[in-house]
């Protein structure tokens, strides 16, 4: 008998470390996600002024498709739920909260717009339900203490606006610059970025500033008026469609100062050619992801892999694009999420594997990683400088950032 009690406990034992294993491990799930699928929302621009950001949330479907074609993550297809929310703030309220409340995603991934995300921004986080990677660069999404649920993913607006200020003290001292900037929350970081970047020289240096709205058909007046200042220097703080009309109209006025443009702008497909490949040439921006029109990234495996995946699931889009190097490369940094949070597909989790990230990915600039820690909600903190050939972006400088 003594024996047979032995053996007992040896077999209660051993399964009680087997259904302790890994294998065992109890699944946990929160709305949006079960053993068949996760749903992940999204918001973006497919109409109204900000449209050629719609590229964006097309190209992340795309990349979900693939990960979905090789059998998902664990087994698990991604459903892409994405709306047209017009680059209006009160239009992304209204399909966010449909989002969350009728459709139950999981989370809400890379909505784009400074204005449109500050709408939702508290909603989210009352909600508890993960907002995350945003498709903008205000400062306020780094706050983990006060939005738990929110984090953005590309350089804030601020640190790369210093960038920017930095290289003008260091070349051009006795500046005399004028800057149009969009007449909102995004504009008024890059703005405040660049004032504090340039110090107590910024009340002398910036003779001009000039904004305007989104709702505006053109920045004509507002070129003009900054010509007229005497500026010779422009930090041109604006979205694709009003970038490509300044740098047009500052060709056609004859104006020729040194020209910085705001990163989330730099298309060549989509901003560069419709400006006039000629009328852009030597303006300077930040960059942290490869300009797929850089001959130096146009080779080796990771570019060819991003052209392999673009003909195979998104095939009619255009390979002068840089926004489908940023949709890929955003949906490649929540398919690591996504994949770190295995079994345990709750939002706390997410959140959690958000910020425990560190990475490097395929199209980014060398340089540039993506690192992330509880008390560290940027992603990306490290940009270079680059200056526009006529054809593409050529690097120069240092890689600035932490």
Partial sequence: MKIKRLSLAAVASALAVVFAS?????????????????????????????????????????????INAEGGIKGRKIKFIT??????????????????????????????????????????????????FLATGATKWGDPKSFPYTMGWQPN??????????????????????????????????????????????????????????TDPTVDSQMVSLKSSGADTFFNITTPKFAAQAI?????????????????????????????????????????????TDPQFQKGKEYDDWVAWMKKYHPTADLKDNLNVYGYTVAQTLVQVLTQAGDTLTRDNIMKQAASLDLTLPMLLPGVNIKTSADDFYPIEREQLQKFNGKSWEL??????R
């Fill in 22 to 66: 890994p294998a065992f491990a109890q699944k946990k799930y929160d709305p949006g996600a079960d053993d068949k699928e996760i749903k992940v929302g999204h918001a973006g621009p497919y109409s109204g002024p900000a449209s050629a950001y719609g590229a964006i949330g097309k190209a992340i479907g795309a990349y979900f498709e693939k």
């Fill in 83 to 132: 709306l047209d929310d017009g680059y209006n703030p009160a239009k992304t309220v209204e399909v966010v909260r449909k989002l969350v409340e009728e459709d139950e995603v999981l989370l809400v991934f890379n909505p784009l717009g400074t204005p449109s995300n500050s709408a939702i921004h508290k909603y989210m986080n009352s909600k508890k339900v993960p907002h995350l």
């Fill in 157 to 214: 607006y601020q640190s790369e606006a210093k960038i920017y200020a930095a290289h003008i003290l260091e070349t051009k001292p006795n500046a005399k610059i004028g800057v149009l900037y969009q007449n909102d929350d995004y504009g008024k970081d890059y703005l405040k970025g660049f004032e504090d970047g340039l110090g107590d020289k910024a009340k002398t240096m910036i003779i001009s500033k000039v904004s305007y709205e989104v």
């Fill in 248 to 292: 047009k109209k500052a060709a056609e006025i004859g104006w020729k100062p040194a020209h910085y443009l705001n990163s989330v702008s730099t298309g060549v497909g989509s901003v560069l050619t419709p400006a006039g490949l000629d009328n852009a040439v030597n303006i300077i921006t930040a960059g942290y992801i490869k300009d797929p």
């Fill in 396 to 401: 120069f400088g240092k890689v600035y950032g």
